[in-house]
């Protein structure tokens, strides 16, 4: 069974994004912000794929990528940012910081489906 985790603070995307993914035989687990994204990382097993928002309390997405980023044992960890932010310089923040791919809300199920074959975790 394939893992995801999703972080969002609206309960409605979580769901959304755990429909989709429950379809393509992922098994969710979700996280309101970053810091509960990252406690949630710390309980293996580590997921196969990460949905992350950008806006949210505590941790925003930006903050969390790169705090996994920095941790070594997450290096092969694969994240996709979905959000808002529609700017090209935002979208170049969050690849750069660590990000693979990045999925502009609000978005259709073929799109997050394609992220996740660009990111190689769905055939």
């Known amino acids: 069974m394939m893992r ?6 609206s309960r409605p995307i979580r769901r959304i994004e755990s429909d989709i993914l429950r379809e393509l035989g ?10 509960e994204g990252l406690e949630r990382l ?3 097993p ?3 794929v990460v949905l992350v928002d950008w806006n949210m309390p505590e941790m925003d997405g930006l903050e969390f990528v790169k705090a996994v980023r920095r941790d070594a044992r997450y290096a092969g960890l694969v994240m996709v940012m979905v959000t808002t932010e529609t700017e090209p310089d935002q979208m170049l923040r969050a690849l750069t910081a660590g990000a693979d791919e990045y999925l502009m809300k609000p978005f259709q199920k ?10 190689g975790v769905v055939g």
Do not use: N, Q, W, Y
């Open 4 to 9: 995801a985790l999703i972080v969002d603070d």
């Open 26 to 35: 992922f098994e969710s687990v979700e996280a309101c912000h970053g810091k």
């Open 42 to 44: 710390r309980t293996p």
């Open 46 to 48: 580590l997921p196969d």
């Open 110 to 119: 073929d799109a997050l489906v394609e992220k996740l074959r660009l990111v």
